[in-house]
């Protein structure tokens, strides 16, 4: 399943992808990082659509189209404000396979990642890269979803760098994370 994921360093607004998802916060109105980049490359039309969505909880995943973006749809997801307690990594997790699923049941067949909640909600990089890698692989592996690529696009080369070792690192293994 890892040859179906790949890792890219860059903007997530300039991805020629069916889907890009955002780092969102739960008003989804915008707001800084990968969410103020994703609502000013797609425009107003974006925030309107997102005032009709009436929020979303942590963990969960709402659709939208992309607008002005290469990409057709948004997913917007809200990751946990990173706490160090337990629950945190699997509202994380939650993020990932709810964008998965919400892309499977649009027919998507292309889907790319931030490093959701590792800005200023906190996460540690290297913990939410294997909780990213693992969730996306375990949901892959069902095989019956229509997404059969996905992307994981960090900014900066150092997070790029954590995302390319821990993929190669379990690319060889033959079972779980």
Do not use: W
């Amino acid at each position: 399943m890892t040859d179906m994921m790949e890792i890219m360093q860059g903007d997530i607004t300039k991805l020629d992808v069916d889907a890009i998802v955002n780092a969102a916060n739960r008003s989804l109105l915008g707001g800084g990082g990968v969410d103020g980049a994703i609502h000013r490359a797609a425009g107003p039309e974006l925030l309107e659509e997102c005032r009709k969505l009436g929020g979303c909880n942590t963990g969960e995943a709402k659709i939208t189209k992309g607008y002005n973006l290469k990409a057709g749809h948004v997913i917007h997801t809200v990751g946990p404000v990173y706490s160090g307690k337990a629950e945190d990594s699997g509202l994380l997790s939650q993020c990932y396979f709810n964008s998965l699923q919400l892309a499977s049941q649009n027919s998507l067949k292309s889907i790319a990642f931030p490093a959701i909640s590792c800005g200023v909600y906190g996460y540690p990089i290297k913990e939410a890269c294997k909780i990213a890698i693992c969730t996306v692989r375990k949901y892959l592996e069902d095989g019956k979803s229509s997404v059969t690529r996905v992307i994981f696009i960090l900014f900066s080369s150092k997070d790029y760098n954590i995302y390319e070792k821990y993929l190669e690192e379990i690319s060889g293994r033959l079972r779980g994370c």
